[in-house]
């Protein structure tokens, strides 16, 4: 394509400059629109001019009030509210300041739970043909990246924890070397794996950095995001963990088991999956429960020693807030060489005793008596029951509940063993924050040892549209607990236990089956009016055609004539004679063969010329083919019509929508 296309000849007589870059850019731009994209594009009815041989319709500011012009406008609005206003709608609804209840001198710790986002991947749904899986891939991806986005925009949460089940076949994606029981994911390993886990990371760590560059310095004191708590997605449950496969995940996310001291309360993130294979029998001989315990082993550890280190974690974010030395103080002493405290590091017991509340994080939910309620907010079945003064559901809800059951690779709830033994090695356990259910379920332990008289456990819905609900969600949580120095100012212990530190609130996530309906509606919509437009503009473009250029109805009447009462004879020399009643024989002007009147046709064409010649009998093929060729080039002029509607309302519709879709 050369570069000086409309550019202006030089002459020995008359010299021009050539054109410049910008002139140059201009005249491209204007020979690739001439070609390529006018042709594209209908233009409304006018007047009209020829370029090239062929007429051409000049462009009018009428044509933006023509109907493909108001539904590109609407696609645009309809569009921007599926794929933005409605994202938006939902994450500003659930601002802080709606629903927090402290002091107006508070400053609160703001955090975010997210569970159970289960990366959409050939083990969700092994059947789904192509290119259905990948559509349903990408777009859950996009779902939760917009999502998470608009959490980071809006709500902007100090700290972020993740409850478990980051993928969902992760347990199947095995270390080399690793042997498998299922023969369908053999083809998939270690680097599937990894692109899994950056994937993970482009959704959520990705957005999650580029919000932290533009907002305050990251410390790990103020900005945090932690995702290392395992479902049994990611690694299996209880005796089908596989430790490669646990070793693997501990090394990319973190340690299952840790301490985090957030908002002045303690979380404890528990590796409950890997804790259920305690008492469990050995899958190969059925009994032994011991033999596993290098699955369990690493739990129970932690548990044994979690007062210990909950203590020191404490005295150590209580120095740093009061801006003293963040390690521990270490003990010094002269020492006999028999002394028992020789070679140990020995920690100074804090001058006074504070209370931080203890919060559990755990993917299995604890265990809780057969059919008991969930709650109100509980999406797939309301609850059946009502609620006590204290908006407590008392009453055995079946359909509520979450189903005290287990299976191959997974435990709806922990077993009465394991959930005490947590709950006494804990200690002051207020709250616990689960998932693995995928809906909301809110239920208070009152059979388990607590400061308030009862653990209060919330189960958080999925993140994913995907996993069988239509509203996903996920948890706020308000964390207030003032800590002060000083033993007899007001935030003592007794008043810590007495006073609310925690505030929650569920916000939940647009429908998007929702959404696709009601694009599918107004899809369907669209293609009616355009298809009704191309049907009247064809119709008001064409203009009537009759046969022979007569303008009378098809229709013929049958004609007849009293009978003659003449005879007539034939003569063997092919002439006629006529014999009257009277007997006289009149002789015709002509053969009966030649020129001649039929004499047998009494209903001759010529008696009424304007009546049967528009019988269909006597349509000759000619003009049965032009009403064919007229029928069919008014179809195609329809399909033309449409067709050309179509590319002018999907070509900025489509880019539109990429536009929106690439934002994220």
Not at 482 to 499: C, G, I, M, V, Y
Not at 655 to 664: E, I, Q, R
């Amino acid at each position: 394509m050369s570069s000086y296309r409309h550019a202006p000849l030089s002459t020995g007589h008359d010299y021009r400059d050539p054109p410049g870059p910008l002139s140059r850019l201009y005249n491209e731009a204007r020979f690739v629109y001439t070609k390529y994209i006018a042709g594209l594009l209908p233009t409304p009815r006018g007047s009209s001019s020829k370029r090239g041989g062929k007429q051409q319709e000049k462009w009018k500011p009428r044509s933006l009030l023509s109907l493909p012009s108001a539904l590109i406008l609407c696609w645009v609005f309809v569009l921007w509210w599926g794929e933005v206003g409605t994202f938006r709608r939902k994450v500003d609804q659930c601002d802080w300041k709606y629903w927090e209840r402290w002091p107006e001198n508070a400053s609160p710790h703001h955090l975010v739970l997210v569970a159970d986002p289960q990366l959409v991947d050939p083990h969700t749904y092994p059947g789904r043909p192509w290119p259905l899986s990948t559509i349903t891939r990408h777009h859950t991806d996009y779902y939760m990246r917009k999502s998470f986005s608009l959490i980071q925009e809006t709500l902007d949460p100090t700290t972020v924890f993740f409850l478990g089940d980051l993928f969902d076949g992760g347990r199947e994606w095995l270390p080399p070397g690793t042997k498998g029981s299922d023969p369908r994911w053999r083809n998939y390993g270690e680097d599937y794996w990894i692109k899994e886990y950056k994937r993970f990371g482009n959704i959520f760590f990705n957005k999650w950095a580029q919000r932290r560059q533009y907002g305050a310095p990251y410390t790990i004191h103020n900005h945090r995001i932690m995702a290392s708590l395992p479902g049994n997605h990611d690694l299996g449950l209880g005796n089908g963990i596989k430790l490669n496969v646990r070793k693997r995940f501990n090394t990319f996310f973190g340690e299952g088991n840790s301490i985090d001291i957030v908002g002045n309360h303690t979380f404890i993130s528990l590796d409950t999956v890997s804790l259920s294979a305690k008492g469990q029998p050995h899958p190969p001989t059925g009994s032994n429960p011991d033999t596993n315990q290098k699955i369990w082993g690493p739990a129970e550890d932690f548990l044994a020693d979690l007062k210990t280190s909950k203590h020191r974690l404490m005295n150590r974010a209580l120095r740093t807030q009061n801006a003293h030395v963040e390690n521990d103080l270490m003990f010094h002493a002269v020492l006999d060489v028999n002394s028992p405290l020789l070679g140990k590091s020995v920690h100074v017991a804090p001058t006074h005793d504070v209370y931080i509340p203890s919060i559990l994080l755990t993917h299995v939910p604890l265990y809780r008596a057969k059919d008991t309620p969930c709650g109100p907010l509980r999406e797939r079945f309301p609850p059946t029951s009502t609620p006590t003064a204290e908006g407590e559901y008392i009453d055995k809800d079946p359909p509520n509940a979450i189903k005290v059951e287990a299976g191959i690779q997974y435990q709806n709830v922990l077993t009465p063993e394991i959930s005490n033994e947590i709950i006494e090695k804990v200690e002051d356990v207020e709250y616990v924050f689960s998932g693995d259910d995928h809906d909301y379920c809110e239920v208070v332990h009152r059979g388990y040892t607590s400061p308030r008289g009862g653990i209060r456990e919330i189960t958080v819905k999925s993140f994913s549209w995907a996993m069988g609900v239509r509203k996903p969600g996920f948890l706020l949580v308000s964390l207030w607990n003032p800590l002060e120095e000083n033993e007899d100012s007001p935030t003592t212990q007794e008043k810590a236990k007495r006073d609310q530190t925690v505030q929650t609130h569920l916000c939940l996530l647009p429908d998007q089956l929702s959404i696709f309906i009601r694009y599918v509606v107004f899809l369907v919509l669209t293609l009616f009016l355009l298809l009704v437009r191309a049907i009247r503009v064809t119709k008001a473009n064409t203009a009537p055609t009759h046969s022979n250029g007569n303008v009378l109805p098809l229709t013929a009447k049958a004609k007849t004539e009293p009978p003659d009462t003449s005879a007539v004879d034939t003569q063997a020399n092919g002439l006629t004679t006529r014999s009257s009643v009277t007997g006289r024989t009149v002789r015709t002007a002509s053969p009966s063969k030649g020129y001649g009147y039929p004499g047998s046709n009494t209903n001759s064409i010529h008696d009424d010329p304007l009546d049967e010649r528009w019988s269909d009998a006597y349509i000759d093929d000619d003009d049965r083919g032009r009403r064919k060729d007229a029928m069919s080039s008014r179809f195609n002029n329809i399909g033309t019509e449409f067709r050309n509607n179509l590319l002018y309302v999907a070509v900025p519709v489509l880019a539109w929508y990429w536009y929106l879709v690439s934002g994220w």
